[in-house]
T-cell receptor, first 114, second 111 residues
Framework: KAGVTQTPRYLIKTRGQQVTLSCSPISGHRSVSWYQQTPGQGLQFLFEYFSETQRNKGNFPGRFSGRQFSNSRSEMNVSTLELGDSALYLC?????????????FGPGTRLTVT | QQPVQSPQAVILREGEDAVINCSSSKALYSVHWYRQKHGEAPVFLMILLKGGEQKGHDKISASFNEKKQQSSLYLTASQLSYSGTYFCGTRAGGGADGLTFGKGTHLIIQP
């Protein structure tokens, strides 16, 4: 089975711009979660989607948004980029969004905001 | 609120044992353990559900104390390949909340 894929792998943007990141889950997985990873804050939960519905949202400003498509692929969007948005953005997929299912992470998208 | 992991870092010699702790102020439904090596994605190790069960495979095991909202990861006879950052992730709210991770424990295994 192919793993979780994320595109692009690296991205450089300027303050004020917006960015869209893409995640394709493992085949058969219906839940996708997004995380922001920085050296200072570690892995921070952004949001979780299941069957095109947002199930949970972390404590991030409204500039961060996401969606999930009918084929379970997911995108996240960050508008009006700030320097502090520079981070590794990881998506993880699981069969379901309930507590008993493990998540499998993709390689991440490294976003640099200048 | 994210779980608290301890210690923040530990250095061991190959063959020594390590314990990594994870505690939360919330009533937990599950605890998930991951290991991340530098420049790589986190890799799933194991999941423990409410009920205080203990799990393990190979020389890595974990326990979940539901009453104390604590989990511990045990690495016995550590190998060089065990080096990395270990994260615990917790789900509260009866399992409906998002997965919240601790800040990680850096483990260095020296030959």
């Amino acid at each position: 089975k192919a793993g979780v894929t994320q595109t692009p792998r690296y991205l450089i943007k300027t303050r004020g711009q917006q960015v869209t990141l893409s995640c394709s889950p493992i085949s058969g997985h219906r839940s996708v979660s997004w995380y922001q990873q920085t050296p200072g804050q570690g892995l921070q939960f952004l949001f979780e989607y299941f069957s095109e519905t947002q199930r949970n949202k972390g404590n991030f400003p409204g500039r961060f948004s996401g969606r999930q498509f009918s084929n379970s692929r997911s995108e996240m969007n960050v508008s009006t980029l700030e320097l502090g948005d520079s981070a590794l953005y990881l998506c993880a997929s699981s069969f379901d969004s309930t507590s008993s299912y493990e998540q499998y992470f993709g390689p991440g998208t490294r976003l640099t905001v200048t | 609120q994210q779980p608290v992991q301890s210690p923040q870092a530990v250095i061991l010699r190959e063959g020594e044992d390590a314990v990594i702790n994870c505690s939360s102020s919330k009533a937990l439904y599950s605890v998930h353990w991951y290991r991340q090596k530098h420049g790589e994605a986190p890799v799933f190790l194991m999941i423990l559900l409410k009920g205080g069960e203990q799990k393990g495979h190979d020389k890595i095991s974990a326990s979940f104390n539901e009453k104390k909202q604590q989990s511990s990861l045990y690495l016995t006879a550590s190998q060089l390949s065990y080096s990395g950052t270990y994260f615990c992730g917790t789900r509260a709210g009866g399992g409906a909340d998002g997965l919240t991770f601790g800040k990680g424990t850096h483990l260095i295994i020296q030959p």
